[in-house]
């Protein structure tokens, strides 16, 4: 879609956002492809975002925490924390890298993900099981997207906290058929002066939108379709690369 403004060609300023409603509680082999096509026509181009929640429930990601028997490294953390040893040991478990153990657990996942927790949620679970995030969120949201019917970009969300700011926002754990970062560098800023170095993560700025229509506790509304959206369809990670983080050693000396 494309506006005329002063005579040039520019992206329509426009966007709609849609909250599917009518999901049922997710369970464990559900097909979340097939749920979504029968309760909203999707067009080419839409970008679907589903909460990470909802993923992670379709792939049997719940677990009961009496399966994890916590080693002493998650027994001496808990006690200092406060928190039942066995979610610790969860915690660990799906951690790659350990950043901070006080006064919360900071770590990245084994898909490069770093968040509090390792994302593992005691909310909109049920049965007081815990809800691990999928295993490889990117590979999920592509085989989600090749059951769309449609050639759509798939971002799988999560809600979460951010350094230096307060509050939680939706960022994007998987992506598919979109890229995670739109290159400006080399576009002429307004006085004709290339940009260097901007890379903008255009998954999280779009996974914090749906996020915001989503909510964060009972209302039931885990899928957002976007339309009006140009974007380009791949490339990039929002996962800082390890060996150019300039914080990560920084926390960890
Ligand atoms: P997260 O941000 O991925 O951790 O997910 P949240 O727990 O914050 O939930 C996001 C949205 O999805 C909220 O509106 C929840 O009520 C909703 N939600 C979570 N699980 C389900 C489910 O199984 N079925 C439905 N219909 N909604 C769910
Ligand atoms: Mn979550
Ligand atoms: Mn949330």
């Keep these: 879609m494309l506006d005329e403004i002063s005579g040039k060609k520019t992206e329509a300023a426009s966007l709609q956002g849609y909250l599917i409603r009518g999901i049922p509680v997710i369970k464990e082999g559900d097909d979340l492809a097939l749920i979504v096509r029968s309760l909203f ?91 691990l995030l999928p295993e490889d969120p990117c590979a999920s949201a592509e085989a989600l997207r090749r059951s769309l019917g449609k050639e759509c970009a798939v971002i799988i969300t999560d809600t979460c906290g951010r350094p230096f700011r307060c509050g939680v926002a939706g960022v994007a754990v998987g992506w598919a058929g979109v890229a995670a970062l739109r290159d400006w560098r080399g576009a002429k800023d307004l006085h004709g002066k290339a940009l260097e170095i901007t890379l903008e993560a255009i998954v999280d700025e779009i996974a914090s939108a749906a996020n915001l229509l989503m909510g964060e506790a009972g209302d039931g509304t885990p899928a957002v379709v976007f339309r009006g959206l140009r974007y380009p369809q791949s490339g990039g990670t929002v996962f800082m690369p390890i060996e150019k983080d300039v914080i990560r050693p920084r926390i960890k000396s």
Aim: proline share 4%; charged share 25%.
């Design 41 to 131: 026509d999707l067009q080419d181009g839409d970008v679907l975002c589903l909460a990470s929640t909802v993923v992670a429930k379709a792939e049997g990601r719940s677990r009961d925490l009496d399966e994890y028997s916590p080693g002493p490294r998650a027994q001496k953390i808990a006690l200092i924390l406060g928190k039942d040893p066995r979610f610790v040991q969860a915690v660990l478990d799906e951690a790659e890298d350990l950043l901070l153990d006080y006064p919360f657990l900071l770590v990245t996942t084994s898909f490069g993900h770093t968040c509090v927790n390792a994302g593992i949620d005691q909310s909109n679970v049920g049965g007081g099981r815990i809800l």
